[in-house]
Nanobody, 126 residues
Framework: QVQLVESGGGLVQAGGSLRLSCLAS????????MGWFRQAPGKEREFVAA????????FYADSVKGRFTISRDNAKNTVYLQMYNLKPEDTAVYYC???????????????????WGQGSQVTVSS
């Protein structure tokens, strides 16, 4: 069982930056693929970014590529999402997720993940 707790969300103006953090419990964090998803009101949960066990591979949705960076610190059981040049359309609840499975290709489907955090609100004003 893994518990995930996100932090770092908030209100920011368009063009600004935020960094989300996700702290995981348990001693097997380094064996999990970690991902970030987001869900805006009235919309489905969508993939944002993912990172492999050791951080050697990263994956991004086209909508955030070049603006967001995912990273992890296995010694701290933490995964990060650094967000730059935020846009109003980035407004959503952001969720951290963990997958103990080997996922071929890009782990971009919610069903690829077994554990989820409670979410952190990010609001970008225009």
């Amino acid at each position: 069982q893994v518990q995930l707790v996100e932090s770092g969300g908030g209100l920011v103006q368009a063009g600004g930056s935020l960094r989300l953090s996700c702290l995981a419990s348990g001693r097997t964090f380094s064996s999990y693929v970690m991902g970030w998803f987001r869900q805006a009101p009235g919309k489905e949960r969508e993939f944002v970014a993912a990172i492999s066990w050791r951080g050697r591979s990263t994956f991004y949705a086209d909508s955030v590529k070049g603006r967001f960076t995912i990273s992890r610190d296995n010694a701290k059981n933490t995964v990060y999402l650094q967000m730059y040049n935020l846009k109003p359309e980035d407004t959503a609840v952001y969720y951290c997720a963990a997958s103990p499975k080997v996922v071929p290709g890009t782990p971009s489907r919610p069903g690829d993940y077994d554990y989820w955090g409670q979410g952190s609100q990010v609001t970008v004003s225009s």
